[in-house]
């Protein structure tokens, strides 16, 4: 919530204004409509801005909650080690939080991961530990199994667990999807959000559905994660566990986090198919988001062609584009990806 403000008279007559630290401006994030991309009269589609979030994505949240939690509890202690495994964006936020509360931050990555995300941890002071993309779960090279045994080696440190933490889904309940539903005061049909902790669609999907029981949660997924299949089947196919280059979603084990009993169906989606709609998302609407908005408003475009009635569609656009200028936003990068670059 925004910081309040309180005026108090000094003794030279002049008024003293209090005003907060970075922190008190996270959340309450703008929903806006994209009439471009979504031109038909029937469609809303309604897109939660997360980059206004003091690091630039929707991962403040959940990081601030969990670490005010430590906190209380006495679980993370003044000059304390925060770890954690990330895909950039939770890494940020610990960077961020890490340095203003006086915390050493140790985070590792898969290598995939932008330069940009990268180097933004870096200049917030934290230590980067970069893990092979092509890891598999639980070998000591993978960044979750790297980000533990770090953890183990260091005594008093804290993990956020972002995929096994409960109060991950937590904050956006109490956060996100409180805003969301008084910002459409309740008029919603679709919500749409890929997921790989889970914290997002989860914990926006229960608050949302306990209120409107007919709401429809759907939830994008990049071809080489194992959720679809888990999704549809309830069993995991190892064989089918592949890498794919949108960032921050989808996933290679399960999440403990991921609520599926608020998900109502699950569509699998390319690279080329994120990427795309990124690209549009910044030409005709003017604004910059990640890899990962532009999943979810390919999902959002699947909801809409199948859509004959009124509807209003809403999603989050969990990040900025500026985290990607060397990557899908750079056509010489998309061509050598072998993408089309002409949407």
Not at 111 to 120: C, I
Not at 160 to 180: F, M, V
Not at 302 to 309: F, K
Request: net charge negative; aromatic share 6%.
């Amino acid at each position: 919530m925004a910081a309040s403000i309180q005026a108090e008279q000094r003794p030279s007559g002049r008024t003293q204004v209090h005003h907060g630290t970075i922190l008190d401006h996270i959340g309450s994030t703008p929903l806006v409509r994209l009439d471009k991309l979504f031109s038909q009269d029937h469609v809303t589609v309604l897109a939660k801005l997360e980059t206004f979030n003091p690091s630039g994505s929707v991962k403040d949240r959940i990081v601030k909650h969990i670490i005010e939690d430590a906190e209380r509890s006495g679980v993370l202690r003044s000059g304390g080690t925060i770890v954690e495994n990330t895909s950039g964006n939770t890494g940020a936020a610990i960077a961020m939080i890490a340095a203003i509360k006086g915390y050493r931050a140790i985070l590792t990555m898969p290598d995939k991961v932008s330069q940009e995300k990268q180097d933004a941890l870096r200049a917030l002071g934290a230590e980067v530990v970069r893990c092979p993309t092509s890891a598999q779960p639980g070998s000591p090279d993978h960044y979750v199994r790297r980000a533990r045994d770090i953890a183990a080696s260091i005594p008093g440190s804290f993990m956020i667990d972002q995929y096994d933490n409960p109060k991950n889904a937590e904050a956006h309940y109490l956060t996100t999807g409180k805003e969301i539903w008084e910002q459409t005061g309740g008029e919603i049909d679709y919500f749409v959000a890929s997921g790989s902790t889970g914290g997002t669609i989860s914990g926006i999907g229960r608050y949302l559905k306990e209120r409107l029981p007919d709401l429809k949660v759907i939830m994008p997924d990049p071809v080489g994660s194992i959720y679809h299949d888990y999704f549809n089947t309830g069993t995991v196919d190892h064989g089918k566990i592949g890498t794919y280059q949108v960032e921050g979603v989808g996933e290679d084990h399960i999440a403990e986090c991921m609520d599926f009993t608020v998900v109502d169906e699950v569509l699998q989606f390319e690279d080329a198919d994120a990427f795309a709609m990124a690209r549009r998302l910044a030409r005709q609407e003017g604004i910059f988001a990640g890899g990962s908005s532009g999943a979810n408003l390919w999902g959002c475009v699947q909801i809409a062609r199948r859509s004959d009635e009124p509807v209003t569609i809403v999603t989050v656009l969990p990040d900025s584009g500026l985290k990607y200028l060397s990557k899908f936003f750079s056509d010489r990068w998309m061509k050598a990806q072998g993408h089309d670059i002409s949407s």
